[in-house]
């Protein structure tokens, strides 16, 4: 099943990826001066398809992040959840019990023959 799945998924994906970074191979300049576009305090030139990699993992990354975030509360009331539930059984238990013991057990009348 791996195999298939990487046959029809990750083969072709890998070839497009090797095809767009071969179109896009054209410097541009990143600058990180949003004061002076003539002498920017930061700039680097790069490959286009770089740039647009590195913004793509980049958008994963945080992704993942948020997501992580909002699991991570997901997982904290589920577990408070799960506390509160094994307390309320341990009262049921601790209440039958109780009721149990109020209630005392009669002996039983001989069967007439």
Not at 3 to 12: G, H, S, Y
Not at 26 to 37: E, M, R
Request: aromatic content about 12%.
């Amino acid at each position: 099943m791996r195999r298939l799945l990487f046959w029809l998924f990750f083969l072709p994906l890998a070839t497009l990826t090797v095809l767009f970074a071969v179109a896009n191979r054209q410097h541009v300049v990143v600058s990180f001066d949003p004061f002076s576009s003539q002498e920017p305090a930061f700039a680097i030139s790069l490959p286009l398809f770089l740039v647009i990699f590195f913004a793509m993992i980049l958008g994963v990354v945080i992704g993942g992040i948020v997501s992580l975030a909002r699991h991570y509360r997901l997982w904290r009331a589920a577990r408070k959840a799960q506390e509160t539930a094994e307390r309320h059984k341990a009262d049921a238990e601790t209440e039958r019990g109780a009721r149990k013991a109020m209630h005392a057990e009669y002996p039983r009348l001989p069967a007439q023959q």
